[in-house]
C-alpha cells in the first residue's frame, strides 16, 4: 500500500517555474513507477511524465517535453515535477501516481496506476 500527498502547487505568472514535490507513504516506494497527471477544468485527466523505479528512464507528454523535468528520491520517498516555462495551458490539478507496471508504453495511461494523490492546483496566469 502506497499513500501520495502532493505539494507546491500555486499562481505563477507565464514563464514562471514551480517545483512540484510528491511523498509517498510505504516502505516498497521503491518498487513503483511513478507518473504525474493534471486535470484541467471540463477536460480529461492527462498525462504529464513518468519515471521508473529506478529513476533510469523518464517519459514525457509532447506538451511538457522541454520545459518539465520528473525525478526521483527513492532514499527520501519523493518524487519531484520541475515545471519551467509555464503558460496559462498548464493549468491543472496535478496529481502524482503510482504503479506496479515497468512498461513504458503503460505509463502514459491512468488506468494502469493504483495509486493517486490528493492533487495540487497549479494556476498560470498570462
Known amino acids: 500500500q502506497v499513500q501520495l500527498a502532493e505539494s507546491g502547487g500555486g499562481l505563477v505568472q507565464a514563464g514562471g517555474s514551480l517545483r512540484l514535490s510528491c511523498a509517498a507513504s510505504?516502505?516498497?516506494?521503491?518498487?513503483?513507477?511513478m507518473g504525474w497527471f493534471r486535470q484541467a477544468p471540463g477536460k480529461e485527466r492527462e498525462f504529464v511524465a513518468a519515471?521508473?523505479?529506478?529513476?533510469?528512464?523518464?517519459d514525457y507528454a509532447d506538451s511538457v517535453k522541454g520545459r518539465f523535468t520528473i525525478s526521483r528520491t527513492n532514499a527520501k520517498n519523493m518524487v519531484y515535477l520541475q515545471m519551467n516555462s509555464l503558460n496559462p495551458e498548464d493549468t491543472a490539478v496535478y496529481y502524482c501516481?503510482?504503479?506496479?507496471?515497468?512498461?513504458?508504453?503503460?505509463?502514459?495511461?491512468?488506468?494502469?496506476?493504483?495509486?493517486w494523490g490528493q492533487g495540487t492546483q497549479v494556476t498560470v496566469s498570462s
Open positions: 501516481a503510482g504503479t506496479r507496471y515497468s512498461d513504458s508504453r503503460r505509463l502514459s495511461n491512468p488506468t494502469s496506476y493504483d495509486y
Open positions: 519515471i521508473s523505479w529506478s529513476g533510469s528512464g523518464t
Open positions: 510505504g516502505r516498497t516506494f521503491n518498487l513503483y513507477s
